[in-house]
């Protein structure tokens, strides 16, 4: 390897869009001298300031939801799966009251049938058990009155006992004990048997009530598998997803008749084709240049032939876990509303959006990357002789490539990574961007 020195100032000048070049550093005369650098190891890459016309457009990707939705879940009927006898299709309009889906309701058919035959045996039971009470009360009076009649003959009989002889008179007072014994046993019988008859006729009733709840609730959960839409709108069938196995990637076809669902899963979904509105998740920094009234552009995925247009109803507060923009785990949901429709949308459609966003004329712009959070604040390192310098800048607006900035002048160049943190070497010698540098 050949040793050399280098006096001045040595550069590489790259021509691409936005005005980037290479910017070698500089190295002293008289330097001590060291093994020579392969091309562009020392170079970073910068940027300058420019003026001009900047459109504040920001790409996201979305999925259309529905904003008034009502879920048809199957009902819990006797704890095991349902089998779908009817279902109508994905985007069937329906109205207040017509039948969605039916399940087979052979189960609870003949639930219906055994209560209706126990309660017919129960109003039997109970009349014949009222019919019983009242044979055995009937006997029991005609038995209480010869009783109190044959009590009455024996004190008659013993007041007697004064013109009558000793014999005779203990004979009616014996015969008296007889019959006010009898008396009193048959007045026990009496209370007795109509207590057990009240008793017979209470259990029948509660057959009877048994039977008839038996009864009702079966007719319930035969109204309840004929399952209507609660509102006006249009049938959005839901996926079956597979009970025993399920891997990623894996096609999910919807519910169809023939198919058995458990209790509480979700079946269909009536959505209001009124309030179909389009969410999607923007980064902090491309959000800043969305606002409310913006007209937007939509081409769903599904309908790749019609751009559809409306405008942004709202940018809401930061969320996590944000699918559409992997460059942050925070998102900040903008939602939109159509302006034209059509029969074939339906909740859950993805779509790529392009936010129109107001054009900013005769300003300074840089690249989105050669702008760095430092404690907090909005920076950039601009080329100052032999090195870079940090200046704080004011960030007006953005959009997904462009920065348009305050407090610098134009043609200032700027560092499009930080030059403070640590670089790997690649096998070109380029030195290779910080994950923080830039992020949008």
Not at 380 to 400: H, W
């Amino acid at each position: 390897m050949r040793w050399r020195s280098v006096v001045g100032w040595s550069a590489l000048v790259l021509v691409a869009g936005g005005g980037v070049v290479l910017l070698a550093a500089k190295r002293s005369a008289g330097r001590s001298a060291r093994p020579e650098l392969q091309v562009g190891q020392d170079e970073v890459p910068v940027a300058e300031v420019q003026r001009g016309d900047v459109d504040m457009d920001v790409h996201a990707t979305g999925e259309l939801r529905a904003s008034h939705t009502v879920m048809l879940t199957a009902p819990s009927v006797g704890g095991g799966a349902l089998e779908i006898t009817e279902l109508l299709p994905t985007s069937t309009p329906v109205k207040k009251g017509d039948v969605v889906v039916e399940f087979d309701p052979g189960e609870q058919q003949y639930k219906l049938d055994q209560s209706r035959s126990e309660l017919m045996q129960a109003e039997q039971e109970i009349t014949k058990a009222n019919a019983d009470a009242a044979v055995l009360a009937a006997q029991d009076k005609v038995a209480l009155l010869k009783a109190r009649y044959d009590v009455r003959q024996a004190q008659l009989d013993v007041q007697k006992n004064e013109i009558v002889s000793s014999i005779d008179a203990r004979k009616n007072d014996l015969a008296l004990e007889q019959a006010q014994r009898v008396l009193t046993e048959l007045e026990q019988d009496s209370q007795s048997h109509q207590q057990s008859g009240q008793a017979a006729i209470y259990l029948a009733k509660e057959k009877y009530n048994k039977a008839k709840l038996a009864m009702d609730e079966a007719q319930q959960n035969i109204d309840k598998m004929r399952m209507t839409a609660p509102m006006d709108g249009m049938v959005s069938i839901q996926r079956n997803p597979p009970t025993d196995f399920f891997f990623t990637g894996m096609a999910v076809p919807d519910f169809h008749a023939g198919d058995l669902v458990n209790p509480g899963g979700a079946i269909a979904q009536i959505v209001d084709p009124m309030g179909l509105e389009l969410s999607c998740k923007l980064g902090e920094r491309s959000s800043s240049s969305v606002a409310v009234g913006e007209p937007v552009e939509v081409v769903f995925d599904a309908m790749p032939g019609r751009t559809f247009h409306g405008k942004v109803k709202t940018v809401g507060g930061m969320s996590r876990s944000d699918i559409f923009d992997e460059s942050s785990s925070d998102g900040v949901e903008v939602t939109m509303e159509l302006s034209d429709t059509d029969p074939r949308l339906r909740a859950g459609f993805t779509a790529q959006i392009l936010l129109r966003g107001e054009r900013k004329r005769n300003v300074l712009y840089l690249p989105r990357q050669a702008t760095f959070m430092k404690d907090g604040k909005h920076s950039v390192y601009v080329a100052a002789g032999s090195g870079y310098e940090q200046k704080p800048v004011k960030i007006v607006g953005e959009n997904e490539s462009k920065a348009v900035i305050e407090g610098l002048s134009e043609g200032t160049r700027v560092t499009l990574v930080d030059p403070t943190a640590p670089r790997s070497m690649g096998n070109s010698g380029a030195a290779a961007t910080p994950a923080s540098a830039g992020a949008p």
